[in-house]
């Protein structure tokens, strides 16, 4: 009995040690955990003033620093405008239609407003001033986008070549006699010629010529005949393309040099026949082509491509559609981005093609502006451009990235934006 009551008052203080030492592992295993979440949190932990958490202050400032500010480059512009044009709406801008002397500019209303034509070339004998080129570029302007206006261009090359004449417009001289000035003194005058341009809504001249003539001028039909190259050795048409390219910007008008790489070895005149129109001596190396590409440090805006055949470049393709002219030397070997254009794609060399494929094939081989003299191809271009888009993705980005070229050139120039 007395046994019993020894362990019955021992077996209360066994259940009041128990509840003590669980209490005690209990608070060490929160003690620990805390340690473990202090650990865990603190970079994140809210400073002393309640301010943001620390890893906020200490992070945020680099990863917002870090973040690429907006390329406002034309380049830069020209990307995000195209992104948000439709696949028409590019293919647009890579279409130059013609406007002839005496037509009237509403005839190019539903290409310009609707099928979006983003160039018009100004062509024919435009014989009654400025004033009369002025009200037809303005008519123009005003079917175009508000953001996006239109490249006017036309041949302003003096001598045969001036399809703008009349009050206002000088008489320039020929090529071959711009050829005998110094080149500080043809950049005065092409100045003065570009002014008169400017004043008429003309905002591309599709000048100089750069060829350089080899042999008999007589019996070179499209350049030498017609006194339309400088008359000089390579490396003065050079200069002179250059002086008359500058000359040109300084009154606010771009240019192309023409015809890459050369028209001065051929006989045959592209715009009016097939025939003799293939070069067997023009190289890839040679002071014929180093012409254009020394005058391309003048900035122009353009290089036109001839529609001539270089067997000695690519034997298979006239140069317009040439990959290994246009990607591979132009900007491939030289690194030039800028517009790549065609000579008149109604062009008689050209005969041979489907109209629909001509745009088509400028595209393939890198090349962004096609230049047409008949109004008749332009509908047939922009549909071929349009179909071989919606069926070829990879053709699809091509038309992007020379949309993208047109554009950058467009902000260049103050029309888009």
Known sequence: MGAHIRHARLRPRRRRVWPAVVAVLC??????????????????????????????????????AAAPAPDDSSAGKARRAVRTMSMEERVGQLVMAPLYAGSDPSSLYDLIANRHVGSVLIIGNWNNGVADVRAATDALQSYAPEGNRLLTATDQEGGLVQHLQGPGFDDMPSAYEQGRMDADALRGSAAVWGSQLAQAGINVDLAPVVGTVVGERAANEPIGMLDRDFGLDAQGNAEHAAAFVEGMADAGVRSAIKHYPGLGAVTGNTDFTAEGTRDTTTTLDGPEIGAFDAA?????????????????????????????????????????????????????????YEVSQLGVNLVEAGGDLACIGALGYVGPILDGLNARAAADPAFAEKVTRSAERVMTLKYDMGLAG
């Open 296 to 352: 391309l440090q003048a900035g122009p805006a353009m290089v036109m491509m001839a529609l001539a055949t270089y067997e000695a470049i690519d034997p298979d393709h006239p140069a317009v559609f040439s990959s290994t002219l246009i990607e591979g030397h132009l900007r491939g070997d030289l690194g030039y981005q800028g517009v790549v254009v065609t000579d008149s794609l109604s062009a008689a060399a050209l005969g041979g």
């Open 27 to 64: 608070a060490l295993a929160v003690v620990v955990a805390a340690g473990y979440w202090w650990r865990a949190v603190r970079p994140q932990a809210v400073d002393a003033q309640g301010g943001a958490p620390a890893a906020a202050q200490t992070h945020g400032p680099l990863e917002r």
